[in-house]
């Protein structure tokens, strides 16, 4: 004799609940970018059949979820999460997305192998006609642009970037895992969007921009100088440190 036993299932999510997960849902899937506007509260009462109260419920957590925003007599929006950086660490820009919640995804605008210019040699102190490798991705989270990056990689330090053309790693981590460095410089000003950046970046030309450039090295030779450059409402940086012992 063979017995089935079937387990019990489980109870159906709340209105509340449900309301909460589709409206976040479409917001980390990219469905709904930063900037758009969702139903209103009467709006979604009656797709969903419940009270306003439940609706607001779920509104409210949302936007303590950092997700919306509620704009009195406007609506509730969408809002362009804040990511954040540690100015003391080196952090991928995949990681800086995967921690908003949101899908990743790169793009190789430009990726050019020449004799190290005069502004080359300003960016990574190399010799005069030194072998370098330019680069330029354009980093989106949930399919709209999140930052720039423009890199210089000394060839001399790391040969194999000449023939990579990071298609599965960006640069940035793709580095990480093939050469070490032992020192780093961070540089952090503010900028206006060019016309190229503002194409790359979808701003308004002028658009207000966070600029983060970096340089590393291997004992002393040059490795990389890398340019980040962010949209300046949607990123900050951040500096953990101890008082001076002196």
Known sequence: MTSVYHKPSAAPPSLHAQILADIEGRILSGEWPPGHRIPYEHELTAQYDCSRMTVSKALTQLVRAGLIERRRKA??????????????EIRDVAAEVASLGLPYTFTVLARTKRRATPADRNRLNVAAGAPVLSVVCRHDAAGRPFCREDRLISLAAVPEAAKEPFEVLSPGPWLLAKSPWSSAEHRIRAAAADPAMAETLRLAEGAPCLVVERRTWLTEQPVTHVTLTYPAGAHELIANFTPSQS
């Open 75 to 88: 609506g509730s929006f969408v809002i362009q999460p804040l990511s954040h950086s540690a100015v003391l």
